[in-house]
């Protein structure tokens, strides 16, 4: 079956670096989506990526999607305490409408 | 109502028992979701409605799971004879569409003792 996998699974930075996540598919994907989840909370909608190559900003957050749609990472500019959680992506195959989410990768800051 | 709404918010069960789970999604969202997350996963996909029909039940587990969606709003996750390895955080989502971002609900907490 599809699996998506993240990169790191840990990741502790000082506020005020930088923090990059990465997924990767093992299946090419129609579309792919962004979630945040602070400890103890739900998953919260970010972003969905569609096109091949596709770039998103939110502020201090850039999506990227990669060419073969395959793989997409998630990329935050001087980390805050609020960003402080666990960051998943979600694909989504062609002809097939649920999503399956990637492993995680839970930030922790450092202040 | 304004967002997705789950209960109860946590529930307790001793193993064999039946439990119920209820999900309230947005109002006007066609779609409906029920996932299931462990401590330290990601969420693991166990159905997906799109109006009243279950259109792909293909997560869940075995057939002590079942969920419905009779009016194609409320739905509700129904576990038989359970057992202490159900115990997880159960999640609704719903969306307007199914190319559109998920809302969660709070999640039910169940643990099977």
């Known amino acids: 079956g599809q699996q998506v996998m993240q990169i790191p699974q840990y990741q502790h930075v000082q506020e005020g670096e930088d923090f990059t996540t990465y997924c990767n598919s093992s299946?090419?994907?129609?579309?792919i989506q962004w979630y945040k989840q602070r400890p103890g909370g739900h998953p919260v909608f970010l972003i969905q990526?569609?096109?091949?190559?596709e770039v998103k900003k939110q502020k201090r957050l850039t999506f990227q999607f990669g060419e073969a749609k395959k793989n997409s990472s998630l990329h935050i500019t001087a980390t805050q305490t609020t960003d402080v959680g666990t960051y998943f992506c979600?694909?989504?195959?062609?002809?097939?409408?649920?999503?399956?989410f990637g492993t995680g990768t839970r930030l922790t800051i450092i202040p | 109502g304004a967002g997705v709404s789950q209960t109860p918010s946590n529930k307790v069960t001793e193993k064999g028992k039946y439990v119920e789970l209820r999900c309230d999604p947005i109002?006007?969202?066609?779609?409906l979701y029920w996932y299931r997350q462990s401590l330290g996963q990601g969420p693991e996909f166990l159905i997906y409605?799109?109006?009243?029909?279950?259109?792909?039940d293909s997560g869940l587990p075995n057939d002590r799971f079942f969920a419905v969606r009779p009016e194609g709003s409320v739905s509700t996750l129904k576990i038989q004879r359970t057992e202490r390895g159900d115990s997880a955080v159960y999640l609704c989502?719903?969306?307007?569409?199914?190319?559109?971002?998920?809302?969660f609900g709070s999640g039910t907490r169940l643990t099977v003792v």
């Open positions: 990526l569609v096109k091949s190559g």
């Open positions: 109002s006007g969202h066609t779609a």
């Open positions: 989502a719903s969306s307007i569409g199914q190319d559109d971002g998920y809302t």
């Open positions: 979600a694909g989504r195959r062609f002809g097939n409408e649920k999503l399956t």
């Open positions: 409605f799109q109006g009243t029909g279950a259109a792909d």
């Open positions: 299946t090419t994907l129609s579309n």
